[in-house]
């Protein structure tokens, strides 16, 4: 398969890869290579004009609170777990609503051309395993968390430590053997996790090589909740480490990672540790910047999420100039200017950085996943208006939307809309 | 005229006025009552399950940089400025091509449920003209201002002290008569005007009893350049003051406002003023995060503006959820959690204290303009999902957009989309 138009990715963060009219050669789903010209016999997919991309990687996210984006943020996130995040995920008992409701989610994943996703789905084992169908189902490429919480969580929303590690571990049996679809072992973070459960949640992690996600150090009442819960030690991360959930043998993704301490930043280096920065979330719950500039110049993997229902917006470029203008309030405020984020970096951050999660996903080098949009500016030009590519990416990123993507293909596949609305 | 919905508002800052399947009463124009019941015999226009809402107003847009939106924003204002701003400008020579862009702006701007706005239209007394005559055809309400720079700006892109002032002066004069569509004198800010322009400008404003607007405090370097321009003043509101462009006649709106001495806010007090927070221009150009929460408390009328492009959208609500987030930043950083904005508060900045520029506009008061929104919401809910009328506003402001507004009136008169594309 060979397309050519606009071809624009990040090998790294510190500038983009640009090809105009360039061609993108796909191989048994991979990239086979990307180049100026191309003089071979084969049929080429003419998109001449239009912007080929990496498709986005959404690395947090929770399905279940889907149908509560643009609630309740006048609360910050202990309060707004209690005042409407519960009792909307409780609903989950009932199959045929989660049914509707994830459908749903995958058809917005699909719209906002995030094509691939690290999933926080449900507290039920049943609700659990119908989001790895209904992801397999959609052609998308997912993990997919049961979560587990057998602690300081409402009598109506709670599991046993035993139920929490016997469906983890059905699940993961279940579901090791495909692709697209993966499990992930889902503390949902420490104080609403025993000390048995994560220990029984490592050792499940560690028995079957499975990745690790959770939250942390999202919000200093948080932080200060965590210390009361386990006043031997400083931080989740000290306790996610000594109960060893904290990436020493798997990947490990921790969501937010804003108020982090000297000692937990060079742990994060040691280890294969992705950290999520969710803008919108963390502004939607007061919670604080992320210092992502950093966390990047220190090495780590620093990833994007649209953390829905903390964040409202699945759709990833929102996150993206999020992100952006965020890092400048940052530097405003603290008087460091050098800590403004570049386009080039949040883009490698939505794609190749959260895309290294998934393996060699997120760029157009070779050998790497077929993942990729196809996006017309045409309806976001002004009269008259005539930009060279990069313009036309950072105009779509800003003031696009889901309607200017065309086509999307994952492991060089076309996927259509999921379904049916 | 009397039509059904869940009708919000605000009266004060502080909270949302909400009748339930209420009715609002228009006659001549203005609002004459909401009620909860109807019991008289004129025909309903029944939009049961549809929010209505205040038309939005925007206090401050450049519509001669509209093919801008989404670019540039890797600079800080002054080479923003330089870079990208004047080159689009100068455009506007060529008056088939600004008529395109206005045309495309108003379109926006009608589409956004902006029905009110406050523009600069260009430094060109020919564009500007136009600008005038296409609001009045487009049938929305404006203030126009002609742009006036006579210093510091490139060659390609000035005009003499004369000019300013005579243009001005001949378009207040063709304009002064129209109820939706009026002049507002100009000045770029301080370091584009010489000290005869600003006194010829407050001349105009007295003489003519028409407002003033301008930029302020939008960024330190512009503070410095101010200082170093005239030194025997300390603040660019010294320096309007002294050359009577400060409001002491007529109306003044200042857009940005962000780095304010305590001597600036007194002054502020004092007069008939309108700092206009405009979050998403000051985020894209790292100036900074007004102290809106401050300044409300003050009792200043702090209002909203898009600023396209230094703002990327067009669309108030994406202004709204920004001041929002932006201020919940500025609390935590400097943490004072009192400083986190409410809906309710940025909804009043967009509709009536943005209003009270037009006179009794932006709620549904007695005698208040009959300008409103119907919208629909159906499409932004999840399956199953059944909300208030006040969450179904907050939805809508997160996650809606331009399509679930249905139907625009200004002065109780429905507006069509103003020009075929």
């Given at each position: 398969m060979i397309i050519k138009g606009d071809i624009i990715f990040t090998k790294n963060k510190e500038k983009f890869e640009i090809y105009e009219n360039g061609f993108l050669l796909i191989q048994n789903g991979k990239v086979k290579a990307v180049q100026k010209e191309y003089t071979g016999i084969e049929k080429v997919i003419d998109r001449e004009g239009m912007l080929i991309i990496p498709s986005f990687v959404d690395l947090h996210l929770h399905a279940n609170q889907y149908a509560n984006c643009g609630l309740g943020y006048d609360e910050e996130l202990l309060t707004w777990l209690e005042k409407y995040t519960y009792p909307e995920e409780v609903k989950f008992k009932d199959l045929a609503y989660a049914e509707e409701i994830f459908k749903e989610v995958l058809n917005k994943l699909w719209e906002a051309g995030s094509l691939r996703s690290v999933i926080f789905a449900s507290l039920y084992k049943d609700a659990s395993e119908l989001m790895f169908k209904l992801v397999a189902e959609a052609g998308l490429s997912a993990y997919v968390g049961k979560v587990n919480m057998d602690r300081n969580v409402p009598d109506f929303y709670i599991e046993t430590t035993e139920d929490s590690i016997n469906f983890s571990e059905d699940l993961i049996k279940e579901f090791s053997n495909n692709d697209l679809v993966k499990p992930i072992i889902t503390p949902r973070f420490v104080p609403h996790c025993t000390i048995e459960s994560m220990q029984g949640q490592a050792d499940l992690a560690k028995k079957y090589n499975v990745p690790v996600q959770s939250h942390m150090n999202e919000s200093l009442a948080e932080n200060a909740w965590v210390k009361q819960l386990?006043?031997?030690?400083?931080?989740s991360t000290d306790v996610f480490e000594q109960y060893g959930l904290f990436g020493s043998n798997s990947k490990t993704i921790m969501a937010h990672c804003i108020h982090n301490t000297k000692d937990e930043l060079e742990l994060m280096k040691k280890r294969n540790f992705y950290p999520v920065h969710c803008p919108e979330s963390n502004a939607n719950l007061t919670s604080g910047i992320m210092d992502v500039k950093g966390m990047l110049a220190a090495g780590l993997h620093v990833c994007l999420g649209s953390d829905i229902s903390g964040g409202?917006?699945?759709?990833m470029p929102n996150q993206i100039i999020l992100a952006i203008q965020l890092s400048k309030m940052k530097a405003r405020m603290e008087d460091d200017l050098s800590k403004v984020l570049t386009l080039a970096e949040v883009f490698y951050m939505a794609t190749k950085s959260g895309g290294s999660f998934f393996v060699n996903t997120g760029s157009f080098e070779e050998d790497y996943s077929g993942d990729f949009l196809v996006i017309d500016t045409t309806s976001i030009m002004a009269p008259r208006e005539v930009r060279s590519p990069i313009e036309r990416l950072e105009k779509y990123l800003y003031i696009g939307s889901q309607n200017n993507i065309t086509e999307r293909y994952l492991q060089g596949k076309k996927i259509d809309k999921p379904f049916k609305e």
């Open positions: 386990h006043p031997q030690y400083k931080t409202h917006n699945i759709y």
